[in-house]
């Protein structure tokens, strides 16, 4: 990709592991009830082919109570601090457009990735969020960048890519987590890219 100053990522499932996080959820509204673990997790794939949010969907389907998010069962992608790191070394300004609760600067600080970004732009603080476009235009306005100027790099088509699209900026749809199932159903879905795993971008952005 040609032209590109600054690399916006997303947190959960893209720069995030949250697999244990959904695991836990499930097993949580599951307690008691006559579903079985299994099931409840393909169909939560299931709900992710329709480019949705997997679990929410799922559970709303099934007619579950959604549980509290455990984000201390968040971990750490094995090569997040290295994708960043190397990307600041090419010159790249590295930001994050996020749907995140409060204190997200604080978490990227623990996590060992705070050093590596320069703007947070998070839904809890910005009372914006993702697919929202304003969430964008805010990273874009802060960052001093054109959208052609600008990556953006998530798992999910419909909270990352096809917003940040529609404005003009360059998509990496990385295929982590229930975003593994996300299929683009036209252009305005379609990455510029799509990656299996976060440390492949670096052979996109050279």
């Known amino acids: 990709m040609e032209r590109i100053k600054w690399a916006f990522f997303d947190i959960g499932s893209t720069l995030i592991d949250e697999t244990a996080c959904y695991a836990r959820r499930i097993r949580e509204v599951i307690a008691g009830t006559e579903h079985a673990f299994d099931d409840v997790w393909k169909l939560c794939a299931e709900c992710a082919k329709e480019n949705r949010a997997g679990d929410r969907e799922a559970l709303a389907r099934l007619g579950l109570p959604k549980t509290p998010w455990h984000g201390e069962d ?25 749907n995140q609760g409060a204190g997200l600067c604080g978490r990227l600080a623990a996590w ?65 987590g229930f975003g593994a199932y996300h299929a683009a159903r036209c252009d305005a879905e379609r990455a510029d890219c799509t990656a299996n795993r976060l440390s492949e971008i670096l052979g996109m952005l050279k």
Not at 77 to 98: E, F
Request: hydrophobic share 40%; proline share 4%.
């Open 112 to 176: 060992g990735l705070l050093s590596y970004i320069e703007i947070i732009v998070s839904s809890a603080e910005e009372g914006v969020a993702k697919p929202d476009a304003e969430i964008f235009r805010r990273a874009l306005t802060r960052a001093g960048c054109l959208p052609h100027e600008a990556v953006m790099i998530g798992d999910r088509i419909d909270n990352d890519i096809a917003p940040a699209k529609a404005l003009g900026m360059r998509t990496i749809h990385v295929r982590q």
């Open 74 to 98: 968040e971990t750490v992608y094995p090569d997040a601090q290295s994708v960043l790191r190397t990307l600041k070394h090419r010159g790249y300004r590295v930001g994050i457009i996020a």
